[in-house]
């Protein structure tokens, strides 16, 4: 009896593994095809200065348009492209659409200060990502100091030696780096002062606890006290509340970034965006 059921456990596990090779397989193909077809968009989140009220810079977020499915957020595709290797063939493609973007911003008079980049672990391990960075600024006639790249905490801990001599080339360009998703994951302290970070983003599940969870109110304010005595520009994320505005600004954390202000837009949205934004700050 016990020998039949190890038996069809068995069974069911082949019969799952082979789904699973099947669906990599097919999302493999899926993930050519739709490079191929443009069906991956490049959607733009603008950051709101909390002294001057102005646009600080824009955040691409990247989304996925399935003609079947629709539109598949990068939660659940990014970690997937991750596995099978193709975050990197995806995010060379972000780097340049976000260059040609911003080019054509400032060709249209929009001065938007910088344009800000996500990169995974995985591309900035490689050792190609600043010149990919750099080919792609001199295609667009575009200065380095126009791009920013967000990068997380995991992204140090494979290479550090690789992470840092990549960083110093960004810099080096005049590229801002940023560390995304600040306080979750590892949050080794000594990176920030061990790789030439410009820009600390508090994590959005921090702010969503603000102004009602015990202790959280407490954290925001060490990490952008630290963030300022270390010299660092501070980005709050996920800000959907006026009474977090408020307590941000109480703070003086300089920029925010959340529905509050704008959410992302697509680029044929953006320019209507922009120019209502201006008038009014
Ligand atoms: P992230 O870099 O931390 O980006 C911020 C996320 O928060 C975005 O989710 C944005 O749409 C969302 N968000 C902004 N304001 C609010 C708010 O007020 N409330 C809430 N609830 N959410 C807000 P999104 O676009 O779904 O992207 C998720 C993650 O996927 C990003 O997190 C980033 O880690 C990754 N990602 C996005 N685009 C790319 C890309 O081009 N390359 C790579 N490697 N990763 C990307
Ligand atoms: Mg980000
Ligand atoms: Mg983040
Ligand atoms: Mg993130």
Redesign the pocket.
Known sequence: RSKEIGRNSFQLYKASMNARSLERLSMLSRFQSALENSEFELYFQPLQCLTSSRINSVECLLRWQDPNLGMISPAQFIPLAEELGLITQLDKWVVNRACEQMAFWHSQGAEIRRIAINISAQFLSQGDLALTVANALTKHRLKGQYLEIELTESSFISNLHEAKMQLKQLKSLGVSIAL??FGTGYSALSYLTKLPIDIL?I??SFIAKIPDEYGNSEIVSAIIAMAKALNLQVVA?GVEKPEQRQFLQKLGCHTLQGYLFCKPLAANNWMNFYNSAKLTS
Do not use: F, G, R, Y
Request: charged share 85%; no cysteine.
């Open positions: 995304d998703d983003k994590d959005a994320e």
